[in-house]
């Protein structure tokens, strides 16, 4: 060795620092990799990302070659450094090429490459896959060898080596996802994936139109009041009862009698052959199962049940598509009849009108879990039923009632008030009216 000329230790001394620093700095970029962007480009044809992928499905054994090569490389740094010192400095040499051979190690054959490769993983992943790739197949045998031993020791550990690794993602993980990914997608996109995956979170009975807001044709009316309602009416599918909805005996689509109606053709039995039979949901279901019923019924719309078959309200397709992309039709606030907007930053509103409805137009968090409407919400808070002037402070948002009908509120008036100052009061006062 001492006949080597210094140069040439000198050049396989840096050579192998690189050599060190290629293997550290693939290594992390390999396993920094995206892993659906890395399937996404897969599927396209990307052969970097095709050999990448295959490496990856044997994490022990990449790991094993890599490491492998690492060890090497540093095995023979330190021998050449030592030699380089003990020629330049005698005895001396061997301290002094230890700590020169630590810091250029740490600096050039771990940290810099490491952190460059956790920056920008694919331009350094791509060419160390197709490399690693053409060197497996030499080096297979010792690899698996060290994976044996290493998966034997994690064994003996209680780790279990076979068990893969999911990269499944939860509803949640896919909303912060999505909120991580909205600097690269439209916002109306980003909104509209967010409603998606909110979907599952509410059930129909949320979103539902309430039993005394349901709109029907009632055959014990008289037989003009009938026709009268079916040319005024504002829904093309409304359900047909005899006196109450609970008697409902079918669905009828109006625009069907749109020829009957204008040459005054339409009798009771006419009417009665067009009925469609009444869909039933039970109150509990959830919107995206609800979504995917609708599909594979053919319907449009269905009666809402609680758990003793009584009909609590009406739900449609339209309802769970405005969850996703919202209202169809659009009007400001101060024309809008459920939400009218004071000059005082104050909101007026319709009881019965559905919370999560008013946290999307508000942009509000009111609590959803024991109520589905504003009036629900209000006696939940109370305790008792309410009367004109009662008072509830509830996230932040301090709701008064205005108005109190058939023992529920007609009309209340909502207002934020500043963070940190609630104090999840509820009062009641006994008004004259």
Not at 72 to 85: M, W, Y
Not at 162 to 170: A, D, E, I, M
Not at 393 to 413: E, F, M, P, S, Y
Request: net charge negative.
């Amino acid at each position: 060795m001492n006949d080597i000329h210094l140069g040439a230790l000198f050049t396989a001394l840096i050579a192998l620092v690189l050599l060190s620093a290629f293997f550290s700095s693939s290594e992390t970029a390999l396993i920094s990799l995206n892993r659906y962007r890395l399937r996404h480009l897969a599927k396209r044809g990307h052969g970097g990302a095709i050999r990448a992928q295959k490496l990856l499905e044997k994490p022990d054994q990449l790991l094993g070659l890599i490491l492998f090569g690492n060890t090497f490389a540093n095995i023979l740094v330190s021998s050449l450094a030592t030699l380089i010192g003990l020629r330049l400095f005698g005895d001396s040499g061997i301290a002094i090429a230890t700590g020169a051979l630590t810091l250029i190690l740490l600096i050039f054959g771990e940290v810099a490459p490491k952190t460059a490769a956790a920056t920008a993983p694919e331009p350094i992943a791509w060419p160390a896959a197709y490399i690693y790739t053409f060197i497996m197949p030499f080096v297979s045998p010792l690899v698996q060898l060290i994976s044996l031993l290493a998966n034997g020791l994690l064994k003996l550990l209680g780790f279990n080596t076979q068990k893969q690794r999911s990269h499944g993602l939860t509803a949640a993980e896919l909303q912060t996802l999505v909120r991580e990914s909205s600097p690269h997608l439209p916002e109306q996109n980003v909104n509209l994936l967010l409603s998606v995956l909110e979907l599952e979170q509410a059930q129909v009975e949320d979103i539902m139109i309430p039993r005394s807001e349901i709109s029907g044709i009632d055959l014990d009316e008289p037989w003009d009041n009938v026709l009268a309602q079916l040319k005024s009416a504002k829904y093309s599918r409304m359900p047909v009862f005899n006196g109450s909805i609970e008697n409902t005996i079918g669905v009828i689509n109006v625009r069907r009698l749109f020829g009957p109606l204008m040459d005054n053709t339409l009798t009771l039995s006419k009417l009665k052959r067009l009925l469609r039979e009444p869909y039933y949901v039970p109150e509990g279901t959830a919107l995206t199962t609800q979504l995917l019923n609708f599909q594979t019924e053919n319907r449009r719309s269905a009666l809402v049940v609680d758990e003793y078959g009584d009909v609590q309200g009406l739900v449609t397709l339209e309802d769970i598509l405005e969850e996703i992309v919202g209202d169809f039709t659009t009007s400001p606030l101060p024309d809008n009849n459920d939400i009218i907007a004071e000059e005082d930053g104050s909101f007026i509103l319709r009881g019965n009108m559905p919370i999560r409805e008013i946290n999307r137009e508000l942009a509000i968090d009111l609590p959803t879990t024991d109520a589905s409407t504003l009036n629900g919400l209000i006696i939940e808070e109370l305790e008792t039923l309410p009367t004109q002037g009662a008072r509830i402070t509830v996230a932040n948002v301090q709701i008064d009632v205005l108005g109190v009908q058939n023992h529920a509120v007609d009309t209340a008036r909502l207002t934020f008030i500043e963070f940190g100052n609630e104090s999840n009061t509820k009062s009641q006062t006994h008004g004259a009216g």
